[in-house]
């Protein structure tokens, strides 16, 4: 039974035998890198980078449910990639804009 559901992994269109693997496998490392951020000071945010890292993962999870093969781990990795976009760009527009700004020596 696991044998035969690995032998259909390994051979489908999309498979460990293909770049439509690999690509988006490889990509994780930037969602990883995107979750990692979270701890980095909200000043330090780019807001050119996080709406490119957004906007491509909306881009590709609408695209990776339209082609043939359907590719998953295409969809699941933009679904990711976009939703820590939205989060860092959420934390840097809340700081930039939301935040009270601390007067140094006035309390």
Not at 64 to 72: L, M
Request: proline fraction near 7%.
């Amino acid at each position: 039974m696991a044998a035969s559901k690995i032998q259909a992994l390994w051979n489908h269109p999309a498979g460990p035998k293909t770049i439509h693997f690999w690509a988006p496998t490889f990509k994780w490392g930037i969602s990883i890198a995107n979750v990692a951020d979270f701890s980095k000071p909200p000043e330090k945010i780019s807001y050119p980078q996080q709406v490119a890292v957004t906007c491509t993962g909306l881009i590709w999870s609408r695209y990776s449910t339209v082609i043939t093969p359907k590719n998953w781990n295409l969809f699941s990795v933009n679904v990711v990639m976009a939703g820590t976009g939205i989060y860092q760009l959420a934390r840097k527009t809340r700081h930039d804009h939301f935040s009270e700004v601390q007067v140094p020596g006035k309390e």
